[in-house]
């Protein structure tokens, strides 16, 4: 509503009167405001803040008077009454002499600015006034209250009289009359021999005279509070009569709200108590209480002494309250409290020290509620005189607080809006940005005055499904637009502004005439003639329609009321205007559909159609009344009404079953009048409903019913017009903001099905809600309130301490204003369930259920529900939790929900939410079924709590061996570290659950991320791999703890026994590409366990089906047969391979290499030996038997065209797709370049390419290999070796069978499988026939070591040469790699350690890879 805005500022004074102020009050028009000191009287101008004249009191005069105490102005501005503490009313005359002005505003030369616009000087210029004191009137007593009421004064005094002064002729005019004797009752129905006050000494201490309900809200001197009217027109003691408040005894001061017909007292307990008066009784009626609640204001809400002052803004939307202690508090009309600095950041520096609260002496406000003017109390006391050292204008003790405002407080027909539109004196806040920003939820706050920032709502991420969402809470900046300083500077205020429906114009309404401003376009718009502009004023507010703007004016040259619309497209002139006349003066205007409504000041209201006419260039809109609606019979003072508007809204939703065409048309005006809310609907009773001839003008002249009365305390209305069938709920809302009580919703209740209406259903529900923001916009179909509010940024940090006490910056906090919104959808479904309309809820909830944030919608409401019950010290009779929770079963989201919810609350009131909701173990299998497993993993949390650790290893069991059949890494992690930690007993620190499960890597192995790399090495890259120390803490994944020293605990062995399991489970089932994903992300030691299980579950049984199944698995196409493949170029032995096959393999390797490697990997440029080694031994080494083993070795470096020089980047450097993958590895030595291809030769290679599979299979099978060579499952790489078809794999097993001591099985296993699949590509694959005769040889010489006697021995996957000699693995580890490292030809690097070393130097690759810190070197 009203919102602080930046630092107050102080005034200076020029003059040099030592005179603290006392009083501070503006004149009607708010253009001044007078300041009393004890013996002078200033007369200030308000806009800019600068002092006109100042009347200063003679000492002999003054002692006679005594000092001035109270001022108040004469309603036309051209006299002050001041009253003095010795009972003297002093009154001054105020003549302003024409064309005489003290300021004026300076323009450089130039400039647009013109000096000959109408009013410019009365606009611009701050006049030059006298002030002369007329008369001196005595009333021998002293004066407690001064009032003016109309054309007199009215004076209380401390004797107990009233005295009614006139203005004009003040001695004869002169009426007094004793209190004493005016009759007080509880109600105006009683005897008018009411109770006299009685006493001799009561007199009145406060009072205000209210217009609307044309009496005076008083307090007298012992507490109690009243309200005296006069019963006729003349007011004399007969004439007067009182009435009570019974309950207030402690009253202080009084304000009185006339738009809302409210009197505000002030009490000492610190609380304002509201009363209105009761139109059929004439007593005083309680409507609400201000006052701090000790849940907000712990350390203050009962200190902070009666309430002093009160203060009601010019629209009476809000109301100011300050204590005798300090502290300003800032209430909506009906007790929604917005801003109190008695707490946060006012209440105490950044440091955490309490600041002495600000003292207030007297405030009053400034023109449209934009500015607060107080005078400083603490001033007076402690603020000692002091000259500036330049001898200029000293500081003054009054602060200038300033203050933005909802649209919505002064044009409420921006009430149908989605938008939050808040006006400033120069600025406005839109919280509708342009499109292209919409999506950009993340920006970064800045606190400046232009752009309060920080919109706490959850919202804020994520795309969410609905256009107007992503605008309105796409990112969290305010839109702000500066008004243009042409219009600003001679029509200051602004008055109105409004929003069109899409965001994207706004039109603002100062003193006269107006301008709009387009935010696509950034340009604003005003009247190219100025006269046009000056004279126009807006009375009743202003709307878009469509490209129109729709408004209400008085023409000043005809002296008529108004109704234009202007084209925005068009130039702001009135001769593109669309002009209608209306007899009386409007005071509200809105536009419904195409209807255009009025409320007038005789009490009337007026319909419009309004209808587009395209004519020539520029369309204009035309007009035409519909209906009129006398309302005088209702509405008691037209002033009263603070809304009106047209909406489809109707009790009977039996129409909208029967006749749909009549569900958008306008069915009722809803009118605010003085916070209730009133309806008239359309009267449908009579024949017109069944007469279909009629044409459809017609039946829009249906009357109106008798207006009903639907809530009380309304301050706002929210309503659309538009239709969506999926939301008809909330759409057909109605939405009332109604202060303190929260948000109220009328909501309309539906048949199911369209079935036939239970009859003792009402049609509609009014439903209360209490929210934590401000609403000052609704978003109907998405659920939710858009508001504001204020936050504060302290800066006192930056001053010294020395100069401190002076900085307003110190004294206050910076504030700014925060976008804020809430879901309120919970609220409804819950009051519905409470009323046993648990299908209405559902029906709604089922109508929301894609909103983005409707799981978080059923936690809150099972979390509110489950916190007041379970937390409740009575018991409750009928509890709503168990309707709520099986409330909540209707949706899939149950279980999370649930989960969502425990977790979030306190152990304590676990058992009473599961007592409702379920056993969490059967809710836990229930996940399971459902296959939610991180809803499951959360349930084991509770499960872990609330069980013994014996159930929840079971469950934990349970799970983890359905998220590793499931392939769900993240959450194997995370349930292996939970099973050690139940069995090392640190329970009773769960571990986190994923709330998002990463996703999974079936696609290719993260093999870099726990793997180790085994390599042909060179000696010094073994010692360097080998001596690595730690420098990270491990991970949190299990691959690091796993493999520790521990390994012999039970519950590791529990562990790995089920890792086995699976793993075993896979290779039955021929899941390669899933056993590699599991090794890999897991850090399962695949080797070693292949090693145990190679004559076991690593066997290979049926060749052909394994063959079969790794073509599916890996997308691998079988071979086809080309024509050429005969007479091939490449079937002389010396090329037949090598250069095809060297292209695919160091490409493989590349990618090998960058795959998924985590990054921080370094690497060094190494020296490039082998590529020579290529050109000169191929020639000379049997192509198939010899160049094998550099096919094998997956981990060959990019090919670059120098030949000696290479580093390998880390992953970020090098990606599958970097140009060193795609394009350098096709750069041979050249040793090679002297080798030219012919054509055929070339469509040989491009043939090659095309039989391969995807290049990440590629990979992996490569790495497969790589581990079953390790492991000896000499089965597998026979498999893997034909599926890539390269001879060089199955060469390197034979020689690898025929040199070492093979177990006679596995040979035959092998001669049995080959023979299977020549026999199976012989019927079914052809294309696997050219390969497999290559082969032949091969298998041949298989078959006579078959037949030989191999001793059965422990498999070493060695080089033959080096089997015997283990007595000291490290020594010969060195010695073969550095014999094989200085001469490569002749055993082409198939060098392997031993098979303990080995898995040493694995599990250190493992360490030092999650670790991120050792070279890899590739020689």
Same mark, same amino acid.
């Given at each position: ?5 930046? &630092? ?113 000087? !009365? ?20 004066? %407690? ?31 007094? *009359? ?57 007011? #004399? ?124 002496? =007297? ?9 607060? &003017? ?33 649209? /919505? ?103 006269? @005439? ?18 046009? !502009? ?12 469509? $490209? ?60 419009? =159609? ?40 109707? #009790? ?38 069944? $007469? ?183 018991? *409750? ?5 168990? #309707? ?98 139940? @069995? ?84 039955? !089932? ?73 292209? /695919?393999? =160091? ?164 001669? %049995? ?92 690759? !493992? $360490? ?8 890899? *070197?590739?020689?």
């Amino acid at each position: 509503m009203y919102f602080l805005s930046g &630092w107050p500022k102080r005034l200076l004074c020029p003059l040099e009167s030592l005179e603290q102020p006392l009083h501070i009050q503006t004149d009607p028009q708010r253009t001044f405001f007078a300041v009393l000191s004890p013996s002078q009287l200033s007369i200030w101008y308000c806009r800019p803040s600068v002092l006109i004249v100042s009347y200063k009191e003679l000492s002999k005069a003054a002692s006679q008077f005594g000092p001035y105490k109270q001022a108040e102005w004469r309603p036309d501005s051209t006299m002050i009454a001041v009253s003095t503490a010795n009972g003297y009313i002093l009154f001054f005359e105020i003549p302003s002499p024409r064309d005489k002005y003290l300021y004026e505003p300076m323009y450089p030369k130039g400039s647009p600015h013109l000096k000959g616009t109408p009013h410019y000087k !009365e606009e611009q210029c701050a006049p030059s006034l006298n002030l002369e004191m007329k008369k001196v009137l005595d009333l021998q007593a002293s004066i %407690t209250s001064l009032q003016s009421m109309l054309e007199d004064l009215l004076v209380a005094t401390a004797d107990g009289f009233l005295h009614l002064v006139h203005w004009d002729g003040m001695t004869n005019g002169r009426k007094a *009359i004793n209190l004493c004797t005016v009759p007080f009752s509880v109600d105006l129905q009683s005897s008018r021999a009411g109770s006299f006050l009685g006493f001799e000494d009561v007199y009145i201490r406060d009072m205000e005279y209210c217009a609307t309900l044309d009496g005076f809200a008083v307090v007298f001197n012992d507490g109690r509070v009243g309200f005296i009217t006069p019963m006729s027109s003349r007011f #004399t003691a007969e004439q007067l009569h009182g009435v009570w408040a019974q309950d207030v005894i402690d009253g202080t001061c009084v304000a009185v709200n006339n738009k809302y017909r409210l009197m505000a007292f002030g009490c000492a307990n610190g609380s304002v108590q509201v009363y209105t008066i009761d139109t059929t009784t004439g007593a005083m009626q309680f409507s609400h209480k201000l006052e701090l609640t000790p849940k907000q204001y712990p350390d203050i809400w009962n200190k902070t002494g009666p309430v002093k002052l009160i203060r009601w803004s010019p629209d009476s939307c809000v109301v100011m309250v300050t204590w005798e202690c300090g502290g300003l508090s800032l209430w909506s009309v009906f007790g929604a409290q917005l801003i109190c600095t008695l707490g946060g950041d006012f209440a105490y520096q950044s440091d955490g020290a309490k600041k002495d609260p600000l003292k207030i002496s =007297s405030m009053t406000w400034g023109s449209e509620g934009y500015h607060l &003017w107080v005078i400083d109390g603490n001033s007076s006391s402690n603020m000692k005189p002091e000259r500036d050292a330049n001898n200029e204008a000293r500081q003054f003790g009054i602060l200038q607080f300033h203050f933005i405002k909802s649209a /919505l407080t002064v044009n409420p027909c921006m009430s149908n809006q989605e938008q939050v539109l808040l006006q400033g004196e120069d600025r406005l806040y839109l919280n509708c940005g342009d499109a292209t920003q919409a999506q950009s939820p993340r920006n970064t706050s800045v606190h400046s005055e232009h752009k309060p920032t920080r919109e706490r709502g959850p919202f804020s991420d994520g795309s969410l499904d609905s256009q107007g969402l992503s605008t309105l809470l796409g990112h969290r900046h305010w839109h702000v637009v500066q008004i243009h300083s042409t219009y600003l500077e001679s029509n200051w205020p602004i008055r109105f502004s409004a929003i069109d429906k899409l965001g994207q114009n706004v039109a603002v309404v100062g003193k006269f @005439g107006f301008a709009h401003y387009s935010l696509l376009t950034k340009k604003w718009k005003l009247f190219g003639n100025i006269t046009q !502009e000056q004279n126009m004023m807006v009375t009743g507010g202003l709307a878009w329609w469509n $490209d129109f703007i729709v408004l209400a004016c008085y023409n000043l040259n005809d002296h008529q009321e108004e109704l234009r619309i202007y084209l925005r497209t068009s130039n702001l002139d009135n001769a593109f205007a669309h002009i209608t006349k209306v007899q009386a003066d409007t005071l509200l205007l809105s536009v419904f559909r195409d209807i255009v409504i009025l409320f007038r000041a005789d009490c009337s209201i007026c319909l419009y =159609s309004i209808e587009r006419r395209p004519e020539g260039l520029n369309p204009t809109a035309s007009i035409q009344v519909l209906q009129e609606v006398s309302m005088s019979r209702y509405i008691p003072h037209p002033f009263l009404v603070v809304s009106v508007t047209l909406t489809s809204v109707r #009790t009977e939703t039996g129409i909208t079953l029967k006749m749909p065409q009549q569900a958008c048309e306008a069915e009722s005006i809803m009118l605010n009048l003085a916070g209730q809310l009133i309806m008239l609907q359309r009267d449908r009773s009579g024949p017109q409903i069944r $007469d279909k001839d009629n044409n459809p003008n017609q039946r829009k002249h249906l009357p109106f019913c008798a207006p009903v009365v639907l809530a009380q305390s309304v301050e706002n209305v929210w309503t659309t017009c538009r239709i969506n069938k999926q939301k008809r709920h909330l759409l057909e809302a109605l939405w009332l903001s109604c202060g303190g009580a929260g948000m109220k919703v009328w909501l309309p209740l539906f048949p199911r099905d369209h079935r036939k209406p239970h009859s003792f259903l009402s049609r509609r529900i009014m439903l209360p809600f209490h929210i934590n923001i401000y609403p000052l916009a609704v978003l109907f179909e998405d659920a939710l309130v858009l508001g504001a509010v204020n936050d504060t940024v302290l800066y006192d940090c930056l001053y010294t301490q020395t100069s401190a006490r002076e900085h307003l910056e110190v004294l206050f906090p910076f504030s700014i204003v925060e976008r804020t919104s809430q879901i309120y959808l919970h609220h409804i479904l819950r009051q519905l369930l409470v009323r046993n309309l648990g299908e209405q809820a559902l029906l709604l909830a089922h109508s929301c259920a894609t909103l983005p944030y409707f799981p978080h919608v059923l936690e809150l409401m099972l979390h509110e529900v489950l916190e007041e019950e379970a937390t409740s010290r009575e018991p *409750i009779p009928d509890p709503l939790l168990p #309707t709520v929770a099986k409330f909540i079963t209707e949706f899939p989201l149950f279980l999370q929900t649930v989960v969502h919810c425990a977790r979030k609350t306190e152990y304590a009131l676990w058992n009473y939410l599961f007592a409702a909701v379920g056993n969490p173990k059967d809710l836990f299998e229930e996940c399971l079924m459902a296959q939610d497993l991180d809803t499951a993993a959360s349930y084991l949390i509770i499960l872990q709590n609330m069980e013994v650790p014996a159930v929840s290893r079971q469950h934990a069991t349970l799970l983890f061996n359905t998220a590793l059949e499931q392939g769900k890494w993240d959450l194997c992690r995370h349930m292996i570290r939970f099973l050690k930690a139940i @069995g090392s007993g640190e329970t009773e620190t769960p571990p986190a659950t994923p709330t998002t499960q990463e996703p999974s890597s079936s696609s290719g192995f993260e093999f870099f991320r726990h793997r180790s790399i085994s390599l042909s090495q060179s000696a010094e890259n073994l010692h360097s791999k080998f001596n690595l120390t730690k420098t990270l803490s491990m991970p949190s994944g299990p691959s690091g703890k796993r493999w520790s020293k521990d390994s012999d605990c039970a519950e590791n062995m529990y562990i790995d026994m089920m890792l086995w399991r699976h793993a075993r489970r896979l290779l039955e !089932e021929i899941k390669l590409k899933d056993l590699g994903c599991f090794a890999a992300q897991l850090g399962f030691e695949l080797i070693g366990w292949l090693c145990k299980e190679r004559t076991r579950a690593a066997r290979v049984e049926d060749f052909v089906f394994a063959l079969k199944k790794l073509h599916k698995d890996f997308l691998w196409p079988f071979p086809v047969i080309p024509a050429s493949s005969v007479n091939s170029p490449f079937k002389n032995g010396k090329y037949k391979t090598a250069v095809g096959e060297q292209l /695919l393999k =160091s490409q493989s390797a590349d990618t090998f290499v960058n795959m998924e490697m985590d990054t921080g990997v370094s690497n060094t440029p190494r020296s490039r030996s082998w590529l020579g080694t290529i050109g000169s031994s191929q020639r000379e080494l049997d192509t198939v038997s010899s160049h094998g083993p550099h096919m094998q070795d997956a981990f060959l470096s990019p090919l670059l065209s120098k030949g000696d020089e290479c580093s390998i980047g880390s992953a970020t450097d090098l990606t599958e797709t970097s140009s060193m993958v795609d394009g350098d590895w096709t750069m041979v030595d050249e040793n090679f370049s002297s080798l030219s291809l012919t054509q055929s030769e070339l469509e040989h290679i491009s043939l090659e390419l095309a039989s391969k599979g995807p290049h990440k299979s590629q990979v992996q099978l490569r790495y497969l290999l790589h581990i079953f060579m390790e492991a000896g499952c000499l089965d597998w790489c026979i498999i893997i070796g034909l599926i890539l078809r390269e001879s060089s794999v199955i060469s390197q097993v034979f020689s690898i069978m025929q040199s070492s001591d093979i177990d006679r099985e596995i040979c035959q296993n092998i001669k %049995t499988g080959l023979h299977a699949v020549d026999k199976w590509a012989s019927t079914d694959c052809p294309g696997y026939k050219p390969f497999l005769n290559i082969i032949k040889p091969q298998i041949q010489k298989l078959s006579e070591i078959a037949e030989e006697q191999v001793q059965p021995e422990a498999f070493q996957p060695v080089n033959p040469s080096k089997v015997t000699e283990q007595v000291n693995p490290r020594a010969e580890e060195s010695r073969t790699s550095l014999s094989h490292g200085t001469n490569p030809q002749s055993d082409a690097g198939s060098v392997s350690v031993s098979r303990h070393e080995e898995d040493k130097s694995k599990t250190e690759d !493992e $360490d030092s890879f999650q670790e991120g810190s050792y070279d890899c *070197i590739v020689s």
